[in-house]
């Protein structure tokens, strides 16, 4: 075993930037290592809390943001590599520190002396003289120890702090249940016949998924979504679209070791005793307490302007690809497996646009190019490779962010491609938040770290993207950017540390860039003949922009109008998660052939943590934001105004939570946001 002086995750890490040393780590020094921490963090809060002296911001909230360093640490290298790179060593310890980290947040949060202290600082916080970023801390903490149950007493208090510990150790089991289930599943494609309608790229990507799973000279389908979408548009067999689609939709819901179903159930149900014990009446009115949005009924409010508009939408798409069935001579119900299929004829025939025409100018390295270009033209920071810095992964890219004037920002952390040992989706985290309490030099720098998905191509080849894989690269980075334009002075307030229906902004804001001609016509190039993407082809896709969303937005707004629901259920016994699925959208009418986004038995953003849990509208909420946000650049008249981006980084992406998220949405814009600009860009405004 690895003695504590030699376990280097309890060492001083004289790596470059102060990453932790990924070389050195083994699954093993992490319980060892997580001991040791929570024995000091626990020491530094009694030392807070048990001094002589009255309670002063200084002496006791100061100090209290600033303790549990190697604590914190030790839980960002640890989470992400439980997400990025994982190992059946690293999941058994996942398992296993799951409830004594719970039960770590709870004598934390639950520490009756320490909250006292906090409480009374509290409660004189307007006679204090205080700033307003300590202001702002002293509010934020406060109400986090408030909804973490600090304010219960006895028996309820000891049971709450049971509820948090089994949440953990469920919603652990249930994200490492998906991944199983997505590393699992390969769907081999023998000969030409299985390969029927695949372009030549989503061919390369099915050989390279083949040779890493030591099937060289095959052809394998995984649950990647860079796998699976481009699948189920392509594919001439009906009948492969179909399985692949069972599996995709069906992550969780098999009987055996990987079912959700039950977790789930049992997670629900302590979510309902936990709102109780705080005196609501269910979950979601718990959880919605501390969003912009507040209540159920803003959320339901949101999303109702939305789903009809888009149900109708979608059943004008649906006839479209109905008659181009019909024009092939294909005589059969349309289903969730041909949606995909048939939309991408109809485009064709629409537009004249194909997915194989856009691609080859859409490589990997072009739009990650375009997007550090972007962050330079309205922020001033550039992004300088550091291929001699090792990341946790041979995919990993460091990079140096540097301001303007040379000076270091940070550091960012690209690992962009699909594994077995990743877990899918998209995200960005924080292995070192921004923060500049005093303390100086590198270890106020924040290291930020975006994941996607992608389908990696071919050894010697490049990675090409689709439309919505550039998008998505680019929403991450918009959470990059939020978590390294950081200026705060104190953690807790750092970076995408806000309100739920808030941290979108910045990345979904983001996505504008993307698709910008000015931006498209300096870094879209056709990735063989270095040609830059034609004007014509520009305009093919600026007039399919809203082809198909109808189709997407009540997949969308399906799983939000589900998780609400579901949520908002104050029954002390949940419901099966899948009866209660179908019925929920059978009552609103959600057409079989277009499905979800996400179903419950394998929707992570609800079930993985509590971050989303009454809380998947916060993509539409931030919407309604980013839309009005970027139309401030139309009416400047320029995407890349100086003006207008340098009052987005003011008051937006640098003041973390240091502002309450609407006053710093109106500094912004000058006025609330209007839903209008979100409505006309999903194509939703009546003629």
């Known amino acids: 075993m690895t003695s504590p002086n030699s376990n280097p995750l309890l060492q001083d890490w004289h790596t470059p930037y102060g990453l932790p040393p990924f070389g050195a780590i083994e699954a093993a020094q992490f319980a060892p290592a997580f001991e040791a921490a929570l024995l000091q963090h626990r020491a530094e809060l009694e030392a807070i809390a048990m001094q002589a002296e009255p309670p002063t911001f200084a002496n006791t909230l100061a100090r209290f943001d600033a303790s549990g360093r190697l604590l914190g640490r030790l839980e960002t290298v640890f989470y992400a590599l439980a997400a990025s790179a994982t190992s059946p060593e690293l999941q058994a310890v996942q398992r296993s520190l799951a409830a004594p980290l719970a039960a770590h947040n709870n004598a934390v949060y639950m520490h009756q002396a320490l909250f006292k202290r906090l409480d009374a600082l509290y409660q004189e916080r307007q006679a204090l003289g205080l700033t307003a970023q300590e202001l702002r801390l002293m509010e934020r903490v406060h109400l986090d120890f408030v909804r973490a149950g600090a304010k219960l007493i006895g028996a309820a208090q000891a049971r709450y702090a049971q509820v948090m510990e089994r949440l953990a150790e469920l919603n652990t089991q249930f994200g490492q249940n998906v991944l199983a289930d997505e590393s699992n599943y390969r769907l081999v494609l023998s000969g030409e016949a299985d390969l029927a309608g695949l372009p030549d790229f989503v061919r390369a ?5 083949a040779t890493e799973r030591g099937l060289p000279g095959q052809h394998v389908i995984t649950l990647s979504r860079s796998h699976i979408v481009p699948f189920l548009t392509f594919s001439e067999r009906r ?29 629900l149900s302590l979510r309902n005793e936990q709102a109780r014990l ?9 959880a919605l307490a501390d969003t912009m949005a507040g209540t159920r009924a803003a959320v339901t409010g949101l999303l109702s302007k939305v789903w009809e508009p888009a149900l109708a939408a979608a059943e004008g798409e649906r006839q479209a690809l109905q008659a181009m ?3 092939l001579g294909h005589d059969f119900a349309l289903e969730a497996w041909d949606w995909r299929f048939y939309s991408e004829k ?28 972007c962050a330079q033209r309205l922020f001033g920071l550039n992004f300088v490779a550091k291929p001699e810095v090792a990341g946790y992964h041979p995919d990993v890219k460091v990079y140096e962010v540097q301001n303007s004037d040379g000076s270091v920002r940070g550091l960012f952390l690209q690992d962009n491609f699909a594994r077995t040992t990743k877990r899918s989706g998209a995200w960005m985290n924080a292995l070192r938040w921004q923060a500049n309490n005093g303390r100086v030099g590198i270890d106020r720098l924040p290291i930020i770290q975006n994941n996607n998905n992608f389908a990696k191509g071919a050894p010697g080849e490049p990675t090409l993207l689709s439309f919505d894989d550039a998008r998505t690269l680019f929403h991450e980075f918009g959470h990059g950017l939020h978590g390294l334009l950081s200026d705060v002075e104190f953690e807790r307030l750092s970076g995408t540390q806000v309100l739920r229906d808030f941290v979108e902004l910045p990345s979904q804001i983001f996505e504008h860039w993307m698709s910008e001609p000015e931006v498209l016509k300096k870094h879209a190039r056709h990735y063989q003949t270095g040609e830059l993407i034609p ?8 007039a399919a922009e809203l082809f198909n969303q109808g189709y997407e937005t009540v997949r969308y707004t399906a799983s939000a109008l589900v998780d609400l629901a579901i949520h908002s259920l104050s029954d002390e016994a949940a419901p099966d998660v899948v009866e209660f699925e179908a019925k929920t959208m059978a009552a609103y009418g959600l057409p079989a052939a277009i499905g979800m986004n996400h179903r419950l038995t394998h929707f992570q953003h609800l079930f993985s ?52 998220p609407a006053a710093a949405f109106r500094a912004f814009r000058g006025r609330d946001a209007a839903v209008e600009p979100m409505l006309k860009s999903r194509g939703l405004l009546p003629a």
């Not at 492969?240 to 977790?263: F, K, M, V, Y």
């Not at 646009?353 to 550090?372: I, N, R, T």
């Open 205 to 209: 990507s099915a050989a390279q998924a």
């Open 325 to 327: 069935m019909t024009s």
């Open 346 to 373: 109809v485009r064709v025939a629409r537009y004249d646009l194909q997915e194989s025409e856009v691609k080859p100018y859409f490589q990997l390295d072009a739009m990650v190019a375009a997007a550090f270009d």
């Open 239 to 267: 009948d492969l679209r179909e399985q692949a689609w069972r599996a995709w939709t069906s992550r969780g819901e098999t009987a055996g070791p990987t079912d959700n179903r039950a977790i789930a159930q049992e997670i």
């Open 535 to 542: 004007d014509a082809l520009l305009a093919k896709l600026k």
């Open 278 to 286: 705080h005196g609501h009446a269910c979950f979601a009115d718990y």
């Open 609 to 660: 943590g509590s971050s989303y849990a009454s809380g998947y509208y916060v993509y539409m909420w931030a919407e309604v934001l980013d839309c009005d946000a970027f139309d401030a650049f139309v009416e400047a008249g320029s995407a890349f105004d100086a003006q207008v981006a340098a009052r987005l980084r003011e008051c937006i992406l640098q003041t973390g939570n240091s502002v309450e």
